[in-house]
């Protein structure tokens, strides 16, 4: 049995269909996120999840019952949000217990639970606290506390990092990480930045338009991606997309003089003539001669630090390499890409679809 069914999800504003047929089908235990940029729908999905929102046809269905028409309270959910809207007024042992005392849980039994969340959020110091004494990092700890105890089927987060600067969101990030290895618990998990897509799921739902384009493992987003927008979304910097065309079973890259062979393994076989995007990640790259190569021309070198970032031109059509920090490059001189076969991915230019 399914932990969390969404079976075949609409929902209508007006005459705009927001989501259009969303199905996704969670087993126990499972950490899904839905990626996708603003306005694609995923907050819309999971408020329906949470019976915040009425989707307009389709069923959702919690621990194997439908829960449409089900009070938020009674779903065995629980929800983070991005603003944790924590009591003021109240402490950080009430905050943390409120929805237990809402539901008449005894004294003794309440603060267990509180206790017991704390130990496992490191926040057991901060418990007779009011929020306004709290860092950003530690009232988010007391929002995820405040769902933990109540031991829901499924957690439901909205962005809960986006109001933490960098650093601490990444702290936070591998605390959740921490946290849902340890208590294997079911969750969905909306974000629209690709590194928490990648580090947290199990399985990443990537989603557009009130569509879900891809859905599958981190590791099969990013190493086969389905589509052409999936294959830009994930990745920074994002994957190069270079114009092609096939010529006698082989691919003649637009506006240069390079010819690449066609990769193995393609679902689809293309036609001669036919237009193509071929993809291949700035991390692929490696400077030096090889089988496989395009020569290009360096325009910029950015050391970031852990890398150097080459912007370069193949002909006319643009490339971006990361290379190790320590490559001795001069601008305006040519260079020469090398990459494996395994590196490619091939998509139709019109449909934007993986061969
Ligand atoms: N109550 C509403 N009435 C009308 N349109 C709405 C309503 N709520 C959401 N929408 C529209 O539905 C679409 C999806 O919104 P949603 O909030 O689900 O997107 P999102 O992917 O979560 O975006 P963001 O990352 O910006 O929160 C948007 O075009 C939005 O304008």
Redesign the pocket.
Known sequence: MSALEIVNIRKT??D?E?LKGIEIALESGEFLVLL?S????????LNIIAGLAEATSGDVRIGGRSVLGVHPKDRDIAMVFQSYALYPNLTVHRNIGFGLEMRKVPAAERDQAVREAAKLLQIENLLERKPSQLSGGQRQRVAIGRALVRKPEVFLFDEPLSNLDAKLRMEMRTELKRLHQMLKTTVVY?T?DQIEAMTLATRIAV?RDGRIEQLGTPSEIYDRPATLYVATFVGAPPMNLLNVRVHGGQLQIDGSDTVLPLPDGLETRPKDRQKLIIGIRPEAFRLGSSELMIPAKCEVAELTGPELVVTAFAGTQRIMASLPPRTALENGRPLTLSFDREAIHLFDAESGLRL
Do not use: A, I, P
């Not at 603003?38 to 999905?45: E, M, N, P, Q, V």
């Open positions: 504003y007006g705009v927001t996708g603003s306005g694609c729908g995923k907050s819309t999905l909306v629209h989603m």
